[in-house]
């Protein structure tokens, strides 16, 4: 069982940064693959970014170059910088974790845990 808990959304003028954080309890943190969604009003829970065990990582290729995910096992931690923040970033942002044990899933369907969100908002 892990649980997730997210923090660091909140309102940034476009072109601007926001520092996302997802912080998961228990020991077997680094046997999981983390991801991290998002979803709009009205739309699908998109993946955004994930990183496998070994740190491997994938981006949607609306956030290559701007965002970065990056995992510390020691602080069971899962970071998501994102930078240069657009206002179609604007959306509910989650992270999730899957029991994966090579390489990342893409689907939200796919992924065991969730945390409960947290809101980016990119005004123009």
């Known amino acids: 069982q892990v649980q997730l808990v997210e923090s660091g959304g909140g309102l940034v003028q476009a072109g601007g940064s926001l520092r996302l954080s997802c912080a998961a309890s228990?020991?077997?943190?680094?046997?999981?693959?983390m991801g991290w969604f998002r979803q709009a009003p009205g739309k699908e829970r998109d993946i955004v970014a994930a990183?496998?065990?070994?740190?491997?990582?994938y981006y949607a290729d609306s956030v290559k170059g701007r965002f970065t995910i990056s995992r510390d096992n020691a602080k069971n931690t899962v970071i998501l910088q994102m930078n240069s923040l657009k206002p179609e970033d604007t959306a509910v942002y989650y992270c999730?974790?899957?029991?994966?044990?090579?390489?990342?899933?893409?689907?939200?369907?796919?992924?065991?845990?969730w945390g409960q969100g947290t809101q980016v908002t990119v005004s123009s």
């Open positions: 228990g020991r077997t943190f680094s046997s999981y693959a």
């Open positions: 990183i496998s065990r070994g740190s491997n990582t």
């Open positions: 999730a974790a899957d029991n994966l044990f090579y390489g990342v899933s893409l689907t939200a369907n796919q992924y065991n845990y």
